[in-house]
């Protein structure tokens, strides 16, 4: 569900999607680039002001480091995002994506592990042989087309899915929206990477750098619709940051506590409570 590389104070975007902050993709920003854009253009008027729900005891120096990341988002990162998709063709991009992806298998695979996911665990071994293989090193998504769709996982889900609670909100500078899980799941991540091991320090840079620019490149309308349209940017992001998380967390499932509106009757017919009651009253 995401890997965790979020980039400027946009959602999460990760390196340890693309589900970003996939960040995330991990998986994380993927989730936000895809969701809708009326969603995200809704009125946020109940995000100003202090809310006791918010969790977010330091956010005087959330919102400095978030203020940094939007100046760098502004400066640097978003041009060079918007240079690249205007450039690089699409299904080229679309390689890049799937070869990022593809490294970060073995991280994915181990926390599919340790959440007893057995299946998930399986779907990722064979989407790494298949795109590694045949998907020239990850190159194209093979595996996608044979039956093993994507997802993501990262340990700050792997806690979450044992119950640790998200603990306060934080703004990483670069990484942007976390929490003091989910940035204590992203050391655990990079030290599960293979590649932290066996690769030069400058390969693990280049990767983020290029998960960053990847998944910015694929949230630039969405998130500049988003900034337009919100009265407070940084309570916006922290609220759909959490709401994705949790999303990741129940990989797309509704928490438990949602309302179950299976019973609604359609329009036009009777609900059999309704039936029940007014019989009751007739008698």
Known sequence: MTENTGIGSGPAFQTAGDGVVQ????????????????????????????????????????????????????????????????????????????????????????????????????????????NSTIGLLGLFDIAADSGYPYHSEDFGQTLGTYGSGEGIYLVLPIFGPSSLRDAGGLVVDTLMDPLTYIAPDGVGIARGVATGVDLRSRTIDELDELKRDSLDFYARIRSLYRQNRESEINNGAPPADSPDFSEVPAPGETDPLDAAQSSSAVE
């Open 23 to 130: 960040t995330g993709t991990d998986p994380r920003a993927e989730q936000f680039a895809q969701s809708g854009s009326s969603e995200w253009a809704q009125s946020d008027a109940d995000d100003f002001g202090p809310d006791e729900g918010d969790n977010d005891p330091l956010e005087v120096p959330n919102r400095m480091f978030f203020a940094f990341n939007e100046a760098l988002d502004f400066a640097v990162i978003r041009p060079i995002a918007v240079t690249y998709r205007f450039i690089v063709p699409t299904g080229v991009r679309n390689s890049v994506r799937n070869f990022l992806r593809n490294l970060r298998s073995p991280v994915v695979f181990a926390n599919d592990l340790l959440q007893g996911e057995l299946e998930r665990a399986e779907t990722t071994a064979a989407r790494f042989f298949i």
